[in-house]
């Protein structure tokens, strides 16, 4: 009797030792994998904001027109009407990829006081009383006598001014490569967003790319200061001729001017003798650069500098100039040659005057003609930031440039190139930035970066609404505030915080520390079936 109980004890639990064993493994369960797993999965998972994936992809379907006024006035109302027809038939082109889209108002003025202009001062006092707003054109007919013999003169404002005798192939083609210049837009497109296929032409190739705000650094090299000593302020030039150009420019990025004295500083290349003067082959002038970049110091901004230097030729190699490859010297101005770099800067190489070196040292002071030299500097801002050089038309002409302001047209053509770079490459940037989010699951997507492609994505959009309804000043700053946003949102450092911690990892990592854990609690669910749907 005494060894059947013993062994009853010591063989079976009592009903509330069992009890007890069941709901402990329940609780212990419970915790771990109702609690505790999901806990585990919540803290190590990679937050990611929403990004509107399907809308971003949309926008490879989304075309960017610009709406283009255009106030045609003729003496006759018939000739008002008959080209007014032919410009919208030479300047607009069918089929969905049309980059310009055109309206035309014609009237007549044979009963106003345009129609008796004779000169060209004359005729811009009476388009003044027209209010022509960014990207419109008003296109008026003179006498070939007002117009000083030509057929077709442009203003610096918005206006143009055509003879009688000109036909409308002349007035197209003065719109189409001078003001408009849609080849050039719809190149800047499609280069951007299919380099493989198209290449971008010259001027596009020495533009700076677009950026929010740049730097214009303005230097003076004397590269022997024992020998001359330079008479000019380079400050004051900054302050009296750049700075004032630039801010006509304000509308399209910020600018900062800066300038430095460098000194001892060599051209870097060595020049060949010829007869009474020292030649340097246009094949060298890159050479020169790569030295001189070198002692800029134009690294230390994160805007793009661009470069405007001013070489004071020394006595031992003046006077200098610049031969083509064909030998030819590109100018002829005895004291001044330019050269300019595509996306760098400019080069002013500034030769003594004549007998200068003759002097004692102690008496050389060079001053330079700064009209001169900013003139060639102002050249190249223009060429550098997107204001190309005209090719000649027979029987056209420009307005000269009287101020540094650039003319009204120009601004507007800048402004239409600046937007199409924009809006590409902000597109580009937010398709690039989708797929690499879909294809890499751990990269962090932080609520900041997501309100930023959201507002890229709004701004985009917004943008394209505004050049196509003709509203070309508002929606640049819409362009330009989405290329920004856009940017912003690729490059932001909180992208790469886990990129190199993927999910394989993580399991390596937690699953040895859970797994003993989790063994005993798996096999005791057997136990804890077996208690609840099993009977004795």
């Not at 990592?509 to 136990?527: A, E, T």
Request: aromatic share 8%.
């Amino acid at each position: 009797m005494v060894d059947k109980v013993s062994s009853d004890v010591i063989g079976h639990d009592s009903p509330m030792d069992q009890r007890c064993r069941v709901y402990a493994s329940i609780s212990f369960a419970v915790i771990l994998l109702a609690i505790g797993l999901p806990l585990w999965w919540e803290t190590t998972a990679v937050p990611r904001a929403k990004v509107p994936h399907a809308e971003i992809g949309q926008l490879k379907k989304l075309e960017l027109a610009f709406q283009l006024r255009l106030y045609l006035g003729c003496i006759e109302p018939r000739r008002s009407e008959q080209l007014a027809m032919e410009l919208l038939e030479r300047l607009t082109e069918s089929g969905q990829s049309e980059i310009l889209k055109m309206t035309v108002s014609h009237f007549a003025t044979a009963n106003t006081s345009i129609a008796r202009m004779t000169s060209i001062a004359e005729l811009e006092r009476a388009s003044g009383r027209f209010e022509v707003g960014h990207g419109e054109i008003l296109v008026l007919e003179a006498s070939r006598q007002a117009l000083g013999g030509l057929e077709v003169h442009v203003s610096s404002g918005r206006s143009v001014y055509f003879s009688s005798d000109a036909d409308g192939d002349k007035i197209a083609q003065v719109l189409r490569e001078w003001i408009y210049r849609q080849d050039s837009l719809r190149l800047t497109r499609d280069a951007l967003s299919r380099p493989a296929e198209f290449s971008l032409d010259v001027a596009n190739r020495r533009r700076f790319p677009a950026s929010p705000s740049y730097d214009v650094l303005l230097t003076v090299v004397n590269p022997e200061p024992e020998d001359s000593r330079v008479d000019r302020d380079v400050s004051l030039v900054a302050q009296n001729y750049i700075e004032p150009f630039l801010e006509e420019l304000s509308l399209v990025a910020d600018f900062s001017v800066k300038s430095q004295w460098l000194y001892l500083v060599p051209l870097g290349v060595r020049p060949r003798k010829v007869q009474n003067h020292y030649a340097l082959s246009e094949g060298l002038l890159p050479q020169i650069i790569t030295p001189l970049e070198k002692k800029l110091a134009s690294q230390v901004s994160l805007h793009p500098t661009i470069n405007l230097v001013a070489y004071m030729v020394p006595c031992s190699e003046a006077p200098l100039y610049i031969y083509d490859k064909n030998h030819v010297r590109a100018t002829k101005d005895p004291q001044f040659e330019a050269f300019h770099s595509p996306r760098w800067g400019g080069i002013a190489l500034v030769n003594p005057p004549a007998n200068f070196c003759d002097t004692a040292k102690e008496d050389r002071v060079l001053r330079p003609n700064e009209q001169v030299v900013v003139g060639v500097f102002l050249q190249h801002l223009r060429l550098l930031l997107g204001v190309p050089d005209k090719e000649s038309i027979e029987g056209a002409a420009i307005a000269p440039l009287r101020s540094l302001k650039p003319r009204d047209w120009e601004l507007d053509d800048l402004l239409r190139i600046r937007a199409v770079e924009q809006l590409t490459s902000a597109k580009l940037t937010l398709q690039s930035l989708s797929k690499l989010l879909k294809e890499i699951s751990n990269i962090v997507i932080t609520e900041q970066v997501g309100r930023r492609i959201s507002s890229a994505l709004k701004l985009i959009h917004h943008a394209t609404e505004l050049l196509a309804t003709g509203n070309l000043r508002d929606g640049f700053v819409a362009s330009k505030q989405a290329f920004v946003t856009a940017e912003a949102a690729f490059s932001d450092p909180s992208l790469l915080a886990l990129l190199y911690f993927p999910d394989d990892q993580k399991y390596a990592v937690y699953i040895p520390l859970f797994l003993p854990v989790m063994i005993p609690v798996l096999f005791s669910l057997k136990n804890i079936k077996n208690y609840l749907f099993c009977s004795d």
